[in-house]
């Protein structure tokens, strides 16, 4: 991970930054605290702390929450959606690092 900048304006462009409050991440997410607890409980994702304690989420986070939700609200269990987002999210990567093996050998 490249190192975080200490410009403030840079964090406005960092999807991992913890700016999301539990409140406000429920509010854009359409869904309640409770929702985004039982998604840590099952390792989904695991919120920042602030200094006072409180669970606090990046926009990275917000995204793979959003996704656990749409699966929930088909009717998917919520263990069965955490799984299937954290599979999802590995196999995303993998693709990735496929590509980018595979654009290395083409430029050898």
């Keep these: 991970m490249p190192p975080r900048s200490s410009r403030p304006a840079d964090k406005f462009d960092d999807d ?5 409050t ?13 929702f985004l ?5 099952h390792r989904l994702i ?5 200094e006072g304690g409180h669970r606090r989420y990046s926009r990275y986070q917000l995204r793979i ?12 269990p919520i263990e069965a959606a955490c799984r299937i ?9 993998a693709q990735r690092i496929n590509e980018e093996l595979r654009t290395r050998g083409a430029t050898s």
């Design 37 to 41: 607890r039982a998604l840590g409980e």
């Design 85 to 93: 987002v954290i599979l999802e999210d590995q196999l995303e990567e």
């Design 22 to 34: 539990m409140g406000r991440a429920a509010e854009m997410l359409g869904t309640t605290p409770a």
């Design 46 to 50: 695991t919120p920042l702390r602030s």
């Design 65 to 76: 929450a959003a996704r656990a939700r749409e699966l929930v609200d088909s009717g998917t």
């Design 16 to 20: 991992d930054y913890p700016a999301y």
